[in-house]
C-alpha cells in the first residue's frame, strides 16, 4: 500500500487561507469516507482534526474544513492562527481494515 | 478525560524482541477499536496494526507481518504490541490510537521509542 501523496510544505500569513492536498487512489481516498486529517506540533501526539471526509470532532474550529473531490482529499484551514503552524497528515482507510497516511504536510505561519 | 499511555521501548538489537504496553482509561475500553501507529524518526506517521474491541479481528501492514503481535487484555484496559525479529527501520515512537465507529485514531497516547541498534 503506497502512501498517500501530500505536498511536503505550506505556507500562509494569519488570517489568511491555506489547503493542503491528499491524493490517493480509487482503492482508497477515492473509495471510502473514512478520510481522516491529523494535526500533529513538535514533540506531541497528532490530533484528530477532521474524520469522514468532512466532520470536525467537538473542540476542533470551524476554521478546519475537509472535502474530496475524486481520489483527492482536501484540508482547508481558513483565518490562519500562529497556532496552527504544525505538521498535517491525512489518513484513508484502505479496505479490509488497513489504514494508509500522507506523507505529511509542515504548515508555516509566516 | 481519555487517557493513552504507552511504556515498554526502548534500546534493542537487531533479531531481538519487545512487548510494549498501552494503558488506557477515561472510556469504555472494550468498545473501542485499537490500533498501533508508528512514526521513524523525522518522518510521518505510518498505521502497523489494528484490533477489534473483542479482540477477535486483527490486522497488520505488510511491513510488521509475520514479526508483530497485537492483543488486548479488555478486564486489564490494556493493549499490546509483541515485537520480534526486530530491524533498524523498526525505530520509531510507537504510538497506541482508538477508534470509534467512523472516527479512526480519535485519541493517542504520547508515544513510547523504540530503537533497534547494535
Known amino acids: 500500500q503506497s502512501a498517500l501523496t501530500q505536498p511536503r510544505s505550506v505556507s500562509g500569513s494569519p488570517e489568511q487561507s491555506v489547503t493542503i492536498s491528499c491524493t490517493g487512489t480509487?482503492?482508497?481516498?477515492?473509495?471510502?469516507?473514512?478520510v481522516s486529517w491529523y494535526q500533529q506540533h513538535p514533540g506531541k501526539a497528532p490530533r484528530l482534526i477532521i474524520y469522514?471526509?468532512?466532520q470536525r470532532p467537538s473542540g476542533v474550529p470551524d476554521r478546519f474544513s475537509g472535502s474530496r473531490s475524486g481520489n483527492t482529499a482536501s484540508l482547508t484551514i481558513s483565518g490562519l492562527q500562529a497556532e496552527d503552524e504544525a505538521d498535517y497528515y491525512c489518513?484513508?482507510?484502505?479496505?479490509?481494515?488497513?489504514?494508509?497516511f500522507g506523507g505529511g504536510t509542515k504548515l508555516t505561519v509566516l | 478525560e481519555v487517557q493513552l499511555v504507552e511504556s515498554g521501548g526502548g534500546l534493542v538489537q537487531p533479531g531481538g524482541s519487545l512487548r510494549l504496553s498501552c494503558a488506557a482509561s477515561?472510556?469504555?475500553?472494550?468498545?473501542?477499536?485499537m490500533n498501533w501507529v508508528r512514526q521513524a524518526p523525522g518522518k510521518g506517521l505510518e498505521w502497523i496494526s489494528y484490533?477489534?474491541?473483542?479482540?477477535?479481528?486483527?490486522y497488520y501492514a505488510a511491513s510488521v507481518k509475520g514479526r508483530f503481535t497485537i492483543s488486548r487484555d479488555n478486564a486489564k484496559n490494556s493493549l499490546y504490541l509483541y515485537m520480534n525479529s526486530l530491524r533498524a527501520e523498526d525505530t520509531a515512537v510507537y504510538h497506541c490510537?482508538?477508534?470509534?465507529?467512523?472516527?479512526?485514531?480519535?485519541?493517542w497516547g504520547q508515544g513510547t521509542l523504540v530503537t533497534v541498534s547494535s
Open positions: 469522514e471526509v468532512t
Open positions: 484490533i477489534s474491541g473483542s479482540g477477535k479481528t486483527i
Open positions: 480509487s482503492a482508497d481516498v477515492g473509495n471510502y469516507n473514512h
Open positions: 477515561g472510556f469504555s475500553f472494550s468498545t473501542y477499536e
Open positions: 489518513c484513508s482507510y484502505a479496505a479490509t481494515y488497513t489504514w494508509v
Open positions: 490510537a482508538s477508534s470509534f465507529a467512523s472516527r479512526d485514531f480519535e485519541n
